[in-house]
Each structure stands twice: as C-alpha cells, then as structure tokens.
Antibody
Framework: QVQLQESGPGLVKPSETLSLTCTLS????????WSWIRQSPGKGLEWIGY???????YYNPSLESRVTISVDTSKNQFSLKLSSVTAADTALYYC????????????WGQGNLVTVSS | AIQMTQSPSSLSASVGDRVTITCRAS??????LGWYQQKPGKAPKLLIY???SLQSGVPSRFSGSGSGTDFTLTISSLQPEDFATYYC?????????FGPGTKVDIK
C-alpha cells in the first residue's frame, strides 16, 4: 500500500524559508507526478506545484517566485521549499501523488501544519 | 486560473437521504474534474475522477456527472460515515484549482 509522510518543522519565522520533505513508502516514484497542496482557513485548498520523477516541475504562478520542489528518487523523497514566508503561508501542507491521464490525486499524506510566527 | 464554485456551501441531511452537490467552472474543462471527501482532521480522499469514474474502493452510492462547466456529485443514500466536506477539483489545466467546499452535516 502506497503511503506518503510529510516531515519538517511546525514553526517558521517570518521572512525565513519553509522546508518540508515527503517520504514515499510501499511504491515507486517512477511514472507519477508528486505534488504539494496546502490548506488554510482563509484560502481553502491551494495547489502549490508538482515535480515528475524525472525532475520536471510546475509551480502555481501565485507562488512561483518563492517555491522550489525537488526530488531524490534514491531515497523515495521529494521536498518543498517556500522562501520569504509570511503569516499568510500558515497552513496544513500535504504531499500527494498525481496519476496522469486521467488525473487522480491519491494518496495524500496526513499533512504537516506549519505556522509562521516570530 | 480557472475559478471553481460549489453550491450549496453547506447542507443538513438525514441518513438515507439523497444528496446532490454542484460544482461550476469559470470556463469549459471537458470532463477534467474530481471530487474529494475530507473528514475532520484527515486529508482529502479521492472519490470520483474524470467527472464520473468511481475511484477503486469507493462505495457505489457515490456518483458524478457533468461536463463542460457544470458538474454534480450525488450520494444516493447518505450513510453516517458520509458526513464530511466535499471539494471539487479541476484538473483541466495548471494550476489545478479546488472549489470552496460543501459541508454535509447531520440534520
């Protein structure tokens, strides 16, 4: 059974960089896209971006200038970095697998709550 | 980005009721739409993809329909475990965008 697990700090200071890692178990990264989605009370569910197992990325234009997603297939991990964070970046961050054509987002990690505060 | 709206934003229903939730896209998205269920404290779960295809393991009381701009999720007979928030997602183009959600609670 494929499972995803986010890890990373739960508290980040304003203007610093948020860093999260997602670890895949029970499956292979090959052939899929791996994405980050966040959920906050104010903005609902928001697509951050994805990376393919070959390293192709797409970022939401609303976050593109601050986001980097990377992959380490040898460790079955992919990571999110979001720079220059503000309180508006406080959210529950999910890592997910995307199967293409037709698109399916499944499974999801359990979520990592990140609070931006000094 | 494509904007997604849902109606109603919330509804109260009883076990056994037939429930219908609608989702509208700001432009045509063919049938590139999914429905996700989220229970409190849990991650969203895929129910329906490609507007009407049932994800493996999802009960057959869930069904989806629609194409273009208007879509529907139907629960034919609401069960206690179905009380949750439901989101639609357009995957026609990037960035994928979600609807604001419909909360289904107990009448």
């Amino acid at each position: 059974q494929v499972q995803l697990q986010e890890s990373g700090p739960g508290l980040v200071k304003p203007s610093e960089t948020l860093s999260l890692t997602c670890t895949l178990s029970g499956g292979s990264m090959s052939g899929y896209y791996w994405s980050w989605i966040r959920q906050s009370p104010g903005k609902g569910l928001e697509w951050i971006g994805y990376i393919s197992f070959t390293g192709t990325t797409y970022y939401n234009p609303s976050l593109e200038s601050r986001v980097t997603i990377s992959v380490d297939t040898s460790k079955n991990q992919f990571s999110l970095k979001l720079s220059s964070v503000t309180a508006a970046d406080t959210a529950l961050y999910y890592c997910t697998r995307v199967t293409g054509h037709p698109e399916r987002i499944d499974p999801w990690g359990q979520g990592n709550l990140v609070t931006v505060s000094s | 980005a494509i904007q997604m709206t849902q109606s109603p934003s919330s509804l109260s229903a009883s076990v056994g009721d037939r429930v219908t939730i609608t989702c509208r896209a700001s432009q045509g998205i063919r049938n590139d739409l999914g429905w996700y269920q989220q229970k409190p404290g849990k991650a969203p779960k895929l129910l329906i993809y490609a507007a009407s295809s049932l994800q493996s393991g999802v009960p057959s009381r869930f069904s989806g329909s629609g194409s273009g701009t208007d879509f529907t999720l139907t629960i034919s007979s609401l069960q206690p475990e179905d009380f949750a928030t439901y989101y639609c997602l357009q995957d026609y183009n990037y960035p994928f965008t979600f609807g604001p959600g419909t909360k289904v609670d107990i009448k």
